[in-house]
């Protein structure tokens, strides 16, 4: 089979249909649950600093660049780890006690694991402990010589992995999607951990999947003996400074140096057994990253001119009974937005949003503001919202589009009976259908009431048979990552807002589809989203992260 047919195949393959879910065992082995922590037993381990480094950065400051530049020192680089890959809570129900990160995870089942290279050695992030395993260490002339810019600029690398079974222990073959939208979710999360920090972060695009593999050693077979392999995903910088220097490097001469390092450490067995889903290791073959791109060449977002806009006349919808309003961000610290982020379980069925404070979400999922500098490709991914309950707004579909390049495609692509009404605020928000869609939402969402409930939920429609065509399979998994990342800054905009959010990996794929009367693989729902006011679980109780820290 073609590689662009096994990609659309596994697509349609792991489709969720109203009356068929996507293959997996269906039900949950709890015997074969896998281990939440990866370790590397006999790499030696480093604690990490404990010290709150960047307590005062005002929330806005994630997004407009103006925290202070720390200095590159180990109680600064454990504070980019402890908020972004780190724990946020342990919760306890009954005899079950189970850690939540910084990062969402589907599931919470959190197949990504974290590597950083720094002053020439390789460190896997242990987050239970938030201590680091030296799993390797290349010769330092090596890594200088790799490493050490022109400018003299300081900073290291960091580097993301999937464990695949992690997921499909209880997602079977749709699984390596919610691997994709969790290293979407860490890419954002590291991303924004580094803008607390003052530093910048920025994908690698010539490093391939395989030079990839052999930097962090996930190709040494002898290092797994009998314990699950882990996928590459990507590859970043993180510097005090414009990062293009290190984006440009060849990677050879550092792959070579990781060929001839010293390493240590074996991987724990993270289940006593395993289910093979020979469909996931096709897929994950099919998109492996080929390496070599030219960074200057970029990828743009396809799509052409603006169409035509009608504009909405104010709604009349009715006042919400709470309505929740962005919190003056300028004071709010912005670590404890991003260590406070949680999914919300059920939300109250009544509270509303605030104009201002969807207006402003929105805004920021365009580049070029963080976290879209850590990518290197324009906006691939719209939205077909279904609002319920935002001040100002008729409840009904919409869609913002983050790029208003799209118009003309959308509107030719889906119902044309949808109105196209543009709301003026923010701009490339369209009203396309004035309707209660509490039900239909909830309906193509799996049936869960999180999509309907709160302010909003959403579907990200990206672009995905002529990306796949005109850049390679392996951009399959970028489609997810920026989908991710939607939703990672939707999840601390909602914190914000004194609401909360919950990602949907869940819902009937082709139903959303024809709610917007799409058709083909032109354009595919990728993930959905919702938001509101949470009301939370009483049985549930909360501990720190770290025994530690005390709130
Ligand atoms: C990709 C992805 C898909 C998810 N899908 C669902 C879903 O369909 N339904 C749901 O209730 N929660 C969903 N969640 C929320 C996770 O269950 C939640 O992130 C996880 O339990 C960890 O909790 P936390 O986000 O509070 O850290 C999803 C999260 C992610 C990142």
Redesign the pocket.
Same mark, same amino acid.
């Given at each position: 089979m073609a590689s662009s047919v096994i990609t659309l195949h596994y697509h349609d393959q792991t489709k969720h249909h109203f009356r068929r879910f996507a293959r997996s065992v269906g039900y949950l082995d709890w015997a074969t649950q896998p281990d939440p922590f990866r370790r590397y037993d006999g790499a030696p381990v480093a604690e990490l600093p404990r010290a709150r480094v960047a307590d005062a950065v005002p929330y806005a400051a994630l997004f407009d660049g103006t925290a202070p530049a720390a200095p590159f020192t180990r109680p600064s680089i454990a504070e980019f780890l402890r908020c972004s890959m780190g724990l @946020?809570a342990w919760k306890q129900y009954g005899a079950s006690r189970w850690a939540?990160?910084v990062n969402? @995870?589907?599931?919470?089942l959190h197949p990504t694991e974290a590597y950083l290279l720094a002053e020439g050695r390789l460190w896997h992030y242990a987050p239970r402990e938030h201590a680091l395993e030296e799993r390797g260490r290349l010769d330092e002339a090596a890594w200088t010589g790799w490493f050490r810019s022109p400018s003299g600029a300081e900073g290291f690398l960091v580097a993301l992995t999937s464990i695949h079974w992690r997921e499909a222990w209880k997602y079977g073959e749709r699984a390596f999607r =919610?691997c994709q939208?969790?290293a979407g979710?860490a890419i954002g999360a590291l991303r924004l951990a580094a803008a607390l920090l003052g530093w910048q972060l920025a994908l690698l695009p010539r490093w391939s999947d395989a030079q990839l593999a052999t930097l962090l050693g996930l190709d040494r077979d002898a290092d797994f003996p009998d314990a699950e392999r882990e996928e590459p995903e990507c590859l970043a910088v993180v510097s005090g400074g414009d990062a293009s220097w290190w984006v440009a490097r060849d990677p050879e001469a550092l792959v070579d140096a990781a060929r001839m390092a010293a390493w240590r450490g074996t991987a724990n067995r993270l289940s006593p057994g395993r289910v093979e889903w020979p469909m996931i290791d096709e897929i994950a073959a099919v998109t492996r990253y080929p390496g070599g791109r030219d960074p200057e060449a970029g990828i743009r977002g396809p799509g052409s001119g603006i169409g035509n806009r009608r504009t909405l006349a104010p709604s009349d919808a009715p006042p919400h009974r709470r309505t929740a309003a962005p919190s003056h961000q300028r004071g709010t610290s912005a670590r404890a937005i991003l260590l406070q982020?949680?999914?919300a379980?059920a939300f109250d069925r009544e509270s509303g949003l605030s104009r201002d404070a969807f207006a402003g979400m929105l805004r920021r999922l365009r580049p070029p503001s963080p976290p879209w500098d850590a990518i290197d490709w324009l906006p691939h991914v719209h939205l077909a919202l279904f609002v319920h309950r935002v001040e100002g707004l008729a409840p009904g579909v919409y869609a913002y589009l983050r790029d208003p390049a799209v118009l003309p495609e959308w509107t030719a692509a889906m119902r044309q009976e949808f109105l196209w009404a543009a709301v003026n605020d923010p701009d490339d928000l369209f009203l396309l259908a004035p309707l209660d869609c509490r039900r239909l939402a909830n309906r193509v969402?799996?049936d869960?009431d999180?999509a309907e409930d709160g302010f909003f939920s959403l579907a990200m429609i990206a672009r995905v048979e002529s990306s796949l065509r005109e850049h390679g399979e392996w951009f399959y998994r970028r489609l997810y990552w920026e989908c #991710?990342l939607i #939703?990672q800054v939707l999840y601390l905009e909602a914190e914000t807002t004194g609401g909360r959010a919950? #990602?949907? #990996?869940?819902f009937y794929d082709d139903p959303v589809h024809d709610v917007l009367g799409l058709s083909g693989h032109t354009w595919q729902s990728l =993930?959905?989203f919702s938001m509101g006011v949470p009301v939370d679980d009483p049985r549930l109780t909360t501990e720190p992260g770290y025994g530690w820290e005390t709130r």
């Open positions: @946020s939540l990160r969402p @995870s589907s599931g919470n =919610y939208h969790d979710h982020r949680r999914s379980l969402s799996c869960q999180i #991710g #939703g919950t #990602g949907i #990996g869940c =993930y959905h």
